[in-house]
């Protein structure tokens, strides 16, 4: 069967698109990048917001809409809350909760009768992976979190935390390093809690994947800022370790903080950003905000404001706060109008703007080790833009005759300009 698989949501998402795909191949079945060609569909949903439930929803009946005869298999954080609902959405043949996500493919063939011939499977499975778009490999290494942060329902979602072993991590990172992945990115609901169950932890995970693999680069999710172990930036030292950090500071005020019931206070914050700086060179730190929090005062917005401000960071990720059933910041009193969280929304994404483009400036006359992607954009009858990442994760385009491809391959590039979404350079 023709198999096409969507996601929404989070890299670890996409991380178990990635397995799937590799189990479907497997079983003698083909991954299209053609939603409207596939025989089945399979679609991995995300809760994280009430926009994320509302796309997840919308998605599954545009897919069916489009191409009616597919069989459709719901999985994700979604179908995982909403069990009953998703499956009475029209054209859902299969619902799989997060905790059978692992069987996904196998309750598949059962459940929905369909045809196994592992002789005709493809190899290598990495083919699954460049088929649907993708130069880089995300890696599930755990799921689930111990903690109750109380604007967040992913932790219901996904349960308790568990990981996966190091030799199990390793080798599929062989693997893929055999069928010509480049990048690797580690992601996990709680990822700095990697092996607290298995006696590990993440610089354990980091030192073996650097001593016991080939893989050229090495990037990591994101990172709650309070589980970092110890000696972590010295890490860095091997330039195979991707110097770019997703740190989740969501507000930048020590009163909403604790409401948020975040264990990670400002000035503790402060410390891991100057550490960081202080030991990796060019590295980007980029983060997730929540604006509109219950009882966020104007006083507390001004002092978020201003910390961010202080801070500086290469990227924000901006969430305005909106209530989510199940958990205990819905139930918090004060909340705060929608044309305020909207007007405090615009003002921290004008200020984003200008710290992401004062990160970029620092960037001219550069050289940098740049993995080229697929895309492209035609200038030219002659020449095409193609674009790729830093390893500090900044896009960067270049120029080049059409007939030259550097799709998956990294080459050194000189920051020429600073555009308002990337950087352009020339090949070095």
């Known amino acids: 069967m023709l198999v096409h698989l969507r996601t929404l949501g989070c890299r670890l998402n996409e991380a178990e698109l990635e397995k799937w795909a590799q189990a479907f191949q497997q079983a003698g079945h083909q991954i299209t990048r053609e939603q409207n060609e596939a025989q089945l569909i399979v679609i991995n949903s995300c809760a994280v917001t009430q926009d994320a439930v509302r796309k997840s929803r919308q998605l599954i009946r545009r897919i069916h809409r489009d191409n009616p005869s597919a069989k459709i298999i719901a999985s994700g954080c ?51 992976l460049f088929r649907r778009g993708r130069q880089r490999a995300f890696v599930k290494v755990q799921d689930g979190c111990r903690y109750r942060c109380t604007f967040c329902i992913v932790t219901v979602a996904r349960g308790a935390e568990k990981s996966i072993a190091i030799e199990k991590i390793i080798s599929d990172i062989n693997q893929l390093v055999a069928q010509g992945i480049k990048e690797v990115i580690l992601t996990g609901v709680h990822l700095g809690g990697y092996g607290t169950d298995i006696g590990h932890n993440l610089a354990d995970l980091i030192t073996a994947i650097l001593e016991e693999t080939t893989v050229p680069r090495l990037r990591l999710g994101s990172l709650e800022p309070w ?57 980007n730190i980029t983060t997730d905000i929540i604006v509109g929090f219950p009882g966020e005062t104007e006083a507390e917005w001004q002092e978020s404001f201003d910390y961010i401000q202080h801070i500086g960071f290469g990227h924000i990720h901006i969430f305005s706060y909106s209530a989510r059933s199940g958990t205990k910041a819905a139930t918090l009193p004060n909340p705060v109008p929608n044309t305020l969280k909207k007007q405090r929304s615009q003002q921290l994404h004008q200020l984003a703007e200008r710290m992401k483009q004062d990160f970029l400036a620092q960037h001219k006359e550069q050289v940098f080790r740049v993995l080229w992607e697929g895309q492209q954009d035609i200038v030219d009858a002659e020449t095409v833009k193609i674009y790729g990442y830093t390893p500090n994760y900044l896009r960067v385009a270049t120029l080049v005759n059409k007939q030259q491809s550097l799709s998956n391959q990294i080459t050194q590039a000189k920051i020429k300009a600073i555009y308002t979404d990337y950087l352009l350079a020339d090949l070095a």
């Open 78 to 128: 979604y179908v995982t809350l909403n069990t009953d609902e998703a499956a009475e959405l029209l054209g859902v043949d299969l619902i799989v909760g997060n905790q059978d996500k692992d069987r996904l493919v196998e309750l598949a063939i059962a459940e929905l009768d369909l045809p196994t011939m592992p002789a005709m499977s493809t190899e290598p499975a990495a083919i699954a």
């Open 227 to 283: 589980e970092l172990p110890a000696n972590f930036f010295d890490l860095f030292e091997n330039t195979r370790l991707m110097p770019h950090l997703h740190l989740p500071l969501q507000s930048g005020s020590d009163a909403v903080l604790r409401r948020m019931a975040r264990r990670c206070r400002t000035e503790e914050f402060t410390q891991i950003i100057t550490q960081a700086r202080t030991q990796v060179p060019h590295i």
